[in-house]
């Protein structure tokens, strides 16, 4: 067994130790590495460079340690254990790395245990140690990883099968809120640390459906016997999965409140809640259905697939229609999600220059290392993977009269390449879905997958009721889903936000009128026409002018006040929103849209 005990031994520096006893190392001499990347993160991220010391002994006789590269250390041979102490800076407020203050403590595996090589396969045993100190006396502890001794939320002794799962079980440490219910016989518990109100009942209460509805679909019994949703109630946003929980992070505003109607969902909360289902979802797709590529992970360097469309686009495509199956939202609110979804990829010109494959090759050094220009250059495999997979769920649907769907295909990936049954080839999906449906696909995956040519999602929805509209944008904030509020007003074309100076350029679209002119991202605009404005103030500010009119833009780029003659352009119609056809849903729309038969 490979025995780890690690202790936040100074909160106050952002300090975790960690030591490591491997009680037989190799006999050539042990080596340790620490992984470059966290598997659901496709992105190369260093972890070893938050070492910020290391020592080796052989029982009380000190050890030379070589570094050979920028992840891996090596020990001299030596007869008997050797016992490894390290610390790890952790001040990485995220999902995927390592935090720790006087508020709480959290950690990945990845960030800050060290594989022992060559003994990644044997159980692992870790000692999780309170911080010292009257102030932290009342911290509890929460985590998926299965435990040896101590009380349910205490610190004590845990064990993993080996390496690979040591690393999938985050930790949470601190003062925190704590609820529990069932799903489908399964016990769930619900972690949220931070400052914060919240209705904890009613959130147990509509995760409860979630996790049912996901569980039935791929079929009883649930992969897990217990999970555990993890939040950080902070001002970020974002999602990680692991094995048998997940961690999240939440702005105060997304969580229900108890002075909340006992139906309402606010916008923020149903942004939650379709985070929560996003994570549950990948329990199956991408933790254990993985690509071929994926089995096993080398954490040591990238990992190319181009399957991230669907093990992130379907996952993205049933987070939201969860919520509409089980009643939480209603058919008008996921329409508008699927709204915003269509014209999030409509308005960036990088769907007519990559593809849903490629924009998964790249992700390590395109999607994860986005820039001013991504909208402009990539498409996302998140965004465009979901609408790919809602037109293969209708195609299937249409083609089959309904006898197959996406849940089939889902159910079908399980049982065929669920865990312990080896990773889907990279053109599996295609080729169970035409198992499945007994005809060729091809035509359809050579357009979604393989060019840059737009869904033909408005066939598809009409169908089931359901009406496609394309708009101009009603202003830079505008997201999408809804109609419009008024006349189009003319655009820059541009995206800002909010800056002290005024309005901070964050991209520039191509072939607009900021583009043309000259503006760039970065660029603080402060007054169009002469009049001060900021981002708030923005649209207002060109309200009144027309097509063709020139104003006069002054910014800020760097510490050089410049002034560009912007002409002034219509919005084109790529902002999307979705209504109910005249009749309603069709039977076939009740079918697809609320899982009625």
């Known amino acids: 067994m490979i025995r780890y005990q690690i202790c936040p031994v100074h909160p106050q520096a952002h300090i975790f130790e960690i030591t490591l006893t491997v009680d037989r190392p190799t006999p050539?001499?042990?080596?340790?590495?620490?992984?470059?990347?966290?598997?659901?993160?496709?992105?190369?991220?260093?972890?070893?460079?938050?070492?910020?010391?290391?020592?080796?002994?052989?029982?009380?006789r000190p050890l030379a340690v070589a570094k050979i590269d920028k992840q891996t250390w090596q020990l001299p041979p030596v007869d008997g254990p050797v016992t490894v102490t390290y610390r790890v800076y952790a001040w990485d407020l995220s999902v995927r790395g390592a935090h720790l203050d006087t508020t709480h403590g959290y950690f990945n595996g990845p960030c800050v245990f060290l594989a022992a090589m060559g003994h990644e396969d044997q159980p692992c045993e870790?000692?999780?140690?309170?911080?010292?100190?009257?102030?932290?006396?009342?911290?509890?502890?929460?985590?998926?990883?299965?435990r040896l001794s101590g009380a349910e939320l205490d610190f004590g002794v845990f064990q993993a099968d080996n390496?690979?799962?040591?690393?999938?079980?985050?930790?949470?440490?601190?003062?925190?809120?704590?609820?529990?219910?069932?799903?489908?016989?399964?016990?769930?518990?619900?972690?949220?640390?931070?400052?914060?109100?919240?209705?904890?009942?009613?959130?147990?209460?509509?995760?409860?459906?979630?996790?049912?509805?996901?569980i039935k679909l791929f079929g009883e019994p649930a992969p897990v016997d217990r999970y555990l949703f993890m939040t950080l109630v902070t001002d970020g946003y974002g999602g990680l999965e692991h094995r048998n929980s997940t961690s999240l992070m939440s702005p105060r505003g997304d969580l229900p409140l108890p002075t909340d109607g006992p139906r309402q969902v606010r916008d923020?909360?149903?942004?939650?809640?379709?985070?929560?289902?996003?994570?549950?979802?990948?329990?199956?797709?991408?933790?254990?259905?993985?690509?071929?590529?994926?089995?096993p992970f080398d954490l040591s360097q990238e990992v190319h697939t181009e399957l991230l469309w669907?093990?992130?686009?379907?996952?993205?495509?049933?987070?939201?229609?969860?919520?509409?199956?089980?009643?939480?939202?209603?058919?008008?609110?996921?329409?508008?999600?699927?709204?915003?979804?269509?014209?999030?990829?409509?308005?960036?010109?990088?769907?007519?220059?990559?593809?849903?494959?490629?924009?998964?090759?790249?992700?390590?050094?395109?999607?994860?290392k986005q820039d001013e220009n991504a909208p402009n250059a990539i498409v996302s495999y998140y965004a465009k993977g979901s609408l790919v997979a809602l037109a293969l769920d209708l195609t299937l649907r249409e083609r089959s009269n309904e006898q197959v769907t996406l849940d089939h295909l889902m159910r079908a990936l399980?049982?065929?390449?669920?865990?312990?049954?080896?990773?889907?080839?990279?053109?599996?999906?295609?080729?169970?879905?035409?198992?499945?449906?007994?005809?060729?696909?091809?035509?359809?995956?050579?357009?979604?997958l393989y060019s840059t040519e737009d869904l033909p999602l408005a066939p598809?929805?009409?169908?089931?009721?359901?009406?496609?509209?394309?708009?101009?944008?009603?202003?830079?904030?505008?997201?999408?889903?809804k109609p419009a509020k008024g006349p189009a007003p003319v655009h820059l074309g541009l995206r800002a936000a909010a800056d002290p100076l005024g309005a901070r350029v964050q991209m520039v679209y191509e072939q607009g009128a900021a583009m043309a002119a000259g503006l760039s991202a970065g660029d603080v605009i402060i007054a169009v026409d002469g009049i001060k404005t900021d981002a708030a103030g923005l649209d207002g500010r060109l309200q009144g002018y027309q097509e063709g009119e020139v104003v006069e833009v002054h910014v800020f780029r760097r510490d050089e006040l410049l002034r560009f003659r912007v002409?002034?352009?219509?919005?084109?119609?790529?902002?999307?929103?979705?209504?109910?056809?005249?009749?309603?849903?069709?039977?076939?729309?009740?079918?697809?849209?609320?899982?009625?038969q």
């Open 567 to 596: 002409t002034l352009a219509p919005s084109e119609a790529s902002t999307a929103y979705l209504t109910l056809a005249q009749g309603g849903l069709t039977d076939k729309g009740r079918a697809w849209l609320l899982g009625q």
């Open 126 to 146: 870790v000692t999780i140690v309170a911080p010292a100190g009257a102030e932290f006396a009342t911290w509890r502890l929460a985590t998926g990883m299965p």
């Open 28 to 60: 050539e001499g042990q080596a340790l590495t620490m992984p470059s990347w966290i598997p659901g993160s496709y992105m190369i991220r260093d972890f070893a460079r938050h070492v910020v010391s290391l020592d080796a002994r052989a029982g009380d």
């Open 268 to 295: 923020g909360y149903r942004g939650y809640l379709g985070l929560c289902s996003h994570e549950y979802f990948h329990t199956w797709n991408i933790k254990r259905i993985k690509p071929e590529a994926f089995t």
């Open 460 to 481: 598809l929805l009409a169908a089931r009721g359901v009406v496609l509209h394309w708009r101009p944008a009603g202003g830079h904030g505008d997201s999408g889903g």
């Open 310 to 368: 669907a093990f992130e686009g379907i996952t993205s495509y049933y987070d939201d229609l969860a919520l509409a199956r089980t009643g939480l939202i209603s058919p008008e609110s996921y329409l508008e999600l699927v709204g915003q979804t269509l014209t999030r990829v409509q308005r960036g010109q990088g769907r007519l220059k990559q593809t849903v494959t490629e924009s998964s090759f790249d992700a390590w050094t395109r999607f994860y």
């Open 414 to 448: 399980w049982q065929r390449y669920g865990e312990g049954s080896g990773g889907v080839p990279e053109q599996g999906i295609q080729a169970l879905a035409e198992e499945l449906l007994g005809e060729s696909l091809d035509e359809f995956f050579q357009l979604a």
């Open 163 to 214: 390496y690979d799962a040591l690393i999938d079980y985050p930790v949470e440490m601190g003062h925190f809120e704590h609820a529990r219910f069932e799903a489908c016989g399964v016990p769930h518990d619900v972690v949220l640390t931070g400052r914060f109100r919240v209705d904890l009942e009613r959130l147990c209460r509509d995760l409860k459906p979630i996790c049912e509805h996901h």
